[in-house]
């Protein structure tokens, strides 16, 4: 049975940050690619990054240089560090897990920044 499960999600003020973790059982997690996405309510969810298998690494634009992906094989755990947070960052944050046609979504971790 695969599971993804997101935490560090939270209440932040306009420039401060997060770090959500994604801990993720049930699969061969160095195969897959692992993905952050977001949906903030009225809109559809969104990539705000993903990273390969083998590490590379790709950004929203609107996150490049605040944000960074990682992962840690042998934590079967992947990562968003989330810097330099805006209001327009709100939303429900999203792990994927992928590899060739199989994919799995997490439960998801709301992230508020606000004032």
Request: glycine share 12%; net charge positive; charged share 15%.
């Amino acid at each position: 049975q695969v599971q993804l499960v997101e935490s560090g999600g939270g209440l932040v003020q306009p420039g401060g940050s997060l770090r959500l973790s994604c801990a993720a059982s049930g699969i061969i997690f160095r195969l897959y690619a692992m993905g952050w996405y977001r949906q903030a309510p009225g809109k559809q969810r969104e990539l705000v990054a993903d990273i390969t298998s083998g590490g590379i690494t790709n950004y929203a634009h609107s996150v490049k240089g605040r944000f960074t992906i990682s992962r840690d094989n042998a934590k079967n755990t992947a990562y968003l560090q989330m810097n330099s947070l805006k209001p327009e960052d709100t939303a429900v944050y999203y792990c994927n897990a992928k590899v060739l046609t199989s994919g799995h979504w997490g439960q998801g971790t709301q992230v508020t920044v606000s004032s």
